[in-house]
């Protein structure tokens, strides 16, 4: 499986942008999972999506600005960002999981697939 990630850029505080994760390849996924990283920072879970039902998760500090979904006709997997802070600021990593599972989750050693990252940068 190959992910690409891709709409990231610049934007003021208080701004949008709505990131997208396109799968590509053979083999088996079952969620999609965002995460974020800052230089010297752990990578931190921001949000997934189980392909099956749509259930969905978010990690705390995003949870009422950042909203995911699914287009399963064009295999891809969006990320709607509101309300961005400096604190947003980082590399957005999308990620696929193999295993089937009822519940999607914030870690990231339970993914398996990972794309390139696509940077935002808030800031005025």
């Known amino acids: 499986v190959q992910l690409q990630a891709s709409g990231g850029g610049l934007v003021q505080p208080g701004g949008s942008l709505r990131l997208s994760c396109t799968a590509s390849?053979?083999?088996?996924?079952?969620?999609i999972g965002w995460f974020r990283q800052v230089p010297g920072k752990e990578r931190e879970g921001v949000s997934c999506i189980t392909l099956r039902d749509g259930g969905i998760d978010y990690g705390d500090s995003v949870k009422g600005r950042f909203t995911v979904s699914r287009d399963e006709s064009k295999s891809t997997v969006y990320l709607q960002m509101h309300s961005l802070e400096p604190e947003d600021t980082g590399v957005y990593y999308c990620?696929?999981?193999?295993?089937?599972?009822?519940?999607?989750?914030?870690?990231?050693?339970?993914?398996?697939?990972w794309g390139q990252g696509t940077l935002v940068t808030v800031s005025s």
């Open positions: 390849g053979n083999g088996n996924y079952y969620v």
């Open positions: 990620a696929a999981e193999s295993a089937w599972t009822l519940s999607c989750a914030l870690a990231s050693a339970e993914y398996d697939y």
